[in-house]
């Protein structure tokens, strides 16, 4: 059986127990979704924007499941340090209530599963469930097989205190399709977490696409973090589309799977909208991260900032791609991007390409991007004052990738991206101090 004919079979298997299969609009999607994957296939380095992560592999690829951590010690890991915040858990990408503790949300706010609101709100959904036509295959391979994923509906001016935390284990399946709708409406304020933590370390596939509405004057800080185990393929997609005066902040922690590609487009589609995309990864070995991003200004007065750092250690590869468009109506746009990388070994490599693409003549945008080792002169200060060589490169790479957890504005999400990182620097030890 080629790799096309599994997906399809997969699809024909899973099309019955799939949430709203009544509802027609949904049914014909996925249809259409199944059709473009298996016309389309994995894309590859052929194609321009897959250009240094192709995943023509996955043909010959076989998935397996493994022993994987009982999900209520990878949760209680998860969430230390924020046991009071609201939490939705899924496992093998189905809704898990009995792990899950949403407290009291304000009037308004509706929050929990997607399968859940396709029964009671199916009209919401449609309106917020994206087509089969958007993103590349990955994403209609996702719209067609997504079997659940968060449901986060704001009304005209929510104001969420605590963060929301979506937390998604693996387990016992070889592959899970996961997708998270969040719809801010007037003045809605929220920050959400996505977090997908490390399961059996076996070739497992993940494909993640969240879509983000913000309505006019809305507040929408999200972070996902990204920390799957070792021979894992990750593949997501994060998509917002942003109305007058809307805030978006989106922060991306990729820190695990052996091969992870992340997505990241935003449209400021109505005037004054500001968006920050802001980054951090980290890869050894031979494993390899890529972060494809687009922030699209449609309307004048629109304000954007950009800024990733890489951290690559062994034979990893890092790669960034961000594209900033500039409509002719978007006039005094204010757009900067960066992307930064540190190279931790001799052998590690870092692809970045910042672009800028204008059709306004008023504005002010600027991009740039580095790749470089660790300064020696700095490294130098540290070792003359006492400091151990290994110690001092660890504190030299922390510093490095701490900027970008410190535009993380909400204390505890900081944190937890803080405990992460530390994580993957092995003097994390040492480093505890820094907390």
Same mark, same amino acid.
């Given at each position: 059986?080629?790799?096309?004919?599994?997906?399809?079979?997969?699809?024909?298997? =899973?099309?019955?127990?799939?949430?709203? *299969?009544?509802?027609?609009?949904?049914?014909?999607?996925?249809?259409?979704?199944?059709?473009?994957?298996?016309?389309?296939?994995?894309?590859?380095?052929?194609?321009?924007?897959?250009?240094?992560?192709?995943?023509?592999?996955?043909?010959?690829? *076989?998935? !397996?499941?493994?022993?994987?951590?009982?999900?209520?010690?990878?949760?209680?890991?998860?969430?230390? /340090?924020?046991?009071?915040? +609201?939490?939705?858990?899924?496992?093998?990408?189905?809704?898990?209530?009995?792990?899950? !503790?949403?407290?009291?949300?304000?009037?308004?706010?509706?929050?929990?599963?997607?399968?859940?609101?396709?029964?009671?709100?199916?009209?919401?959904?449609?309106?917020?469930?994206?087509?089969?036509?958007?993103?590349?295959?990955?994403?209609?391979?996702?719209?067609?097989?997504?079997?659940?994923?968060?449901?986060?509906?704001?009304?005209?001016?929510?104001?969420?205190?605590?963060?929301?935390?979506?937390?998604?284990? /693996?387990?016992?399946?070889?592959?899970?399709?996961?997708?998270?709708?969040?719809?801010?409406?007037?003045?809605?304020?929220?920050?959400?977490?996505?977090?997908?933590?490390?399961?059996?370390? *076996?070739?497992?596939?993940?494909?993640?696409?969240?879509?983000?509405?913000?309505?006019?004057?809305?507040?929408?800080?999200?972070?996902?973090?990204?920390?799957?185990?070792?021979?894992?393929?990750?593949?997501?997609?994060?998509?917002?589309?942003?109305?007058?005066?809307?805030?978006?902040?989106?922060?991306?922690?990729?820190?695990? =799977?052996?091969?992870?590609?992340?997505?990241?487009?935003? &449209?400021?589609?109505?005037?004054?909208?500001?968006?920050?995309?802001?980054?951090?990864? +980290?890869?050894?070995?031979?494993?390899?991260?890529?972060?494809?991003?687009?922030?699209? +200004?449609?309307?004048?007065?629109?304000?954007?900032?950009?800024?990733? &750092?890489?951290?690559?250690?062994?034979?990893?590869?890092?790669?960034?791609?961000?594209?900033?468009?500039?409509?002719?109506?978007?006039?005094?746009?204010?757009?900067?991007?960066?992307?930064?990388?540190?190279?931790?070994?001799?052998? !590690?490599?870092?692809?970045?390409?910042?672009?800028?693409?204008?059709?306004?003549?008023?504005?002010?945008?600027?991009?740039? !991007? *580095?790749?470089?080792?660790?300064?020696?002169?700095?490294?130098?200060?540290?070792?003359?004052?006492?400091?151990?060589?290994?110690?001092? &490169?660890?504190?030299?790479?922390?510093?490095?990738?701490?900027?970008?957890?410190?535009?993380?504005?909400?204390?505890?999400?900081?944190?937890? /991206?803080?405990?992460?990182?530390?994580?993957?620097?092995?003097?994390?030890?040492?480093?505890?101090?820094?907390?």
């Amino acid at each position: 059986m080629s790799a096309i004919d599994f997906w399809l079979a997969q699809q024909q298997s =899973a099309a019955a127990h799939l949430p709203g *299969t009544a509802l027609p609009w949904l049914a014909s999607l996925r249809a259409r979704a199944i059709t473009r994957f298996a016309d389309e296939g994995w894309p590859s380095s052929r194609q321009e924007n897959w250009r240094h992560t192709s995943l023509a592999f996955l043909d010959q690829h *076989t998935l !397996a499941a493994g022993q994987a951590p009982a999900a209520e010690d990878v949760l209680a890991a998860s969430r230390a /340090g924020a046991p009071d915040d +609201h939490w939705l858990v899924f496992v093998d990408g189905r809704f898990a209530p009995a792990l899950s !503790a949403i407290g009291g949300l304000p009037a308004g706010a509706r929050v929990g599963s997607l399968a859940d609101a396709l029964q009671r709100e199916p009209e919401a959904v449609e309106a917020a469930f994206g087509t089969a036509e958007d993103g590349d295959s990955p994403a209609a391979l996702n719209a067609a097989l997504a079997a659940d994923g968060a449901w986060i509906r704001l009304g005209r001016g929510v104001v969420v205190d605590k963060p929301l935390h979506l937390v998604f284990i /693996g387990q016992a399946s070889a592959h899970r399709h996961v997708r998270n709708l969040i719809v801010a409406e007037a003045g809605a304020q929220a920050t959400i977490a996505e977090h997908y933590p490390a399961g059996s370390d *076996t070739a497992t596939l993940t494909t993640a696409v969240t879509r983000i509405q913000a309505g006019p004057d809305s507040h929408i800080s999200h972070l996902k973090l990204q920390q799957e185990a070792a021979s894992a393929i990750h593949l997501a997609t994060i998509s917002a589309e942003q109305s007058r005066g809307a805030v978006l902040a989106s922060h991306s922690l990729s820190f695990g =799977a052996r091969l992870a590609r992340n997505d990241i487009r935003t &449209r400021l589609q109505g005037e004054g909208a500001e968006a920050l995309l802001n980054g951090l990864y +980290h890869a050894d070995g031979r494993r390899h991260v890529d972060h494809h991003t687009r922030i699209d +200004h449609a309307r004048p007065q629109g304000t954007s900032r950009e800024y990733y &750092r890489g951290l690559l250690d062994g034979n990893a590869r890092g790669v960034f791609t961000g594209r900033i468009v500039v409509a002719e109506d978007a006039q005094r746009t204010d757009a900067l991007q960066r992307c930064d990388n540190l190279l931790l070994s001799r052998l !590690a490599e870092a692809d970045a390409r910042p672009e800028l693409e204008i059709y306004a003549d008023d504005v002010k945008c600027a991009h740039g !991007a *580095t790749v470089g080792q660790i300064d020696e002169d700095a490294l130098f200060y540290l070792r003359a004052r006492g400091i151990e060589a290994g110690h001092a &490169r660890e504190l030299l790479t922390y510093a490095f990738a701490a900027e970008v957890l410190e535009r993380i504005a909400c204390a505890p999400l900081q944190a937890l /991206g803080r405990r992460a990182l530390l994580a993957r620097l092995p003097g994390a030890a040492q480093l505890e101090e820094l907390q």
